[in-house]
């Protein structure tokens, strides 16, 4: 089954920029979708197609996909991005949602 | 606006059966392009997709190899809802599920999920 690693952990000051990798074969000809997670809540998508925003989502949020890597981008951190955030593709008809490992964001 | 609001029992003996319930508000559960996953979540697995339910013409169901055999996503389109049943449990089920929508199916995200129900499996 396809494998998506990310790093356990990103720490961030406010007002810096935060970046949270998402490492598979060859992710760049995949789509990836980006979910935040905070504590005792469900996901909610921030990012489809790579770095499309749903209605809602601040621009400061952004994507990129290329090679083995995907990459979600939060600008201007607030304290309010503290989170889980976990990567998505679409693995097959038998594993149709394959999740990243999730990488836990601190804002310090 | 679409909602998704589920239901069901938080603890269970081994060998008992799961069942949790999600209903659709601001969709169809019979809609052709949307598909309704069930997910769990628990620190030794991270988030494990279980299965889906989705009508295109005819209702079809994929299944995760981990669950499949103990699994079935019935959908129940009278109240436009769709339901998860784990059969055979085992401390090893415990953890948070989730529904969810893939608006799009094939290729697609998952949005907006479920409030999540916490299961706990044990003697």
């Known amino acids: 089954s396809y494998v998506l690693t990310q790093p356990p952990s990103v720490s961030v000051a406010p007002g810096q920029t935060a970046r949270i990798t998402c490492e598979g074969n060859n992710i760049g000809s995949e789509s990836v979708h980006w979910y935040q997670q905070k504590p005792g809540q469900a996901p909610v998508l921030v990012l489809y197609y790579d770095s499309d925003r749903p209605s809602g989502i601040p621009e400061r949020f952004s994507g990129s996909n290329s090679g083995n890597t995907a990459t979600l981008t939060i600008s201007r951190v607030e304290a309010g991005d503290e989170a889980d955030y976990f990567c998505q593709v679409w693995g097959s008809s038998s594993e149709p949602y394959v999740f990243g490992t999730g990488t836990k964001v601190t804002v310090l | ?123």
């Open chain 2, 1 to 123: 606006q679409v909602q998704l609001q589920q239901s069901g029992p938080g603890l269970l003996k081994p060998s008992q059966s799961l069942s949790l319930t999600c209903v659709i508000s601001g969709d169809s559960v019979s809609s052709n392009s949307a598909a309704w996953s069930w997910i769990r979540q628990s620190p030794s697995r991270g988030l494990e997709w279980l299965g889906r339910t989705f009508y295109r013409s005819n209702w079809f169901n994929d299944y995760a190899v981990s669950v499949k055999g103990r699994i079935t996503i019935n959908p129940d389109t009278s109240k436009n809802q769709f339901s998860l049943h784990l059969n055979s449990v085992t401390p090893e089920d415990t953890a948070v599920y989730y529904c969810a929508r893939d608006p799009v199916g094939k290729g697609g995200y998952l949005d907006p999920w479920g409030q999540g129900t916490l299961v706990i499996v044990s003697s």
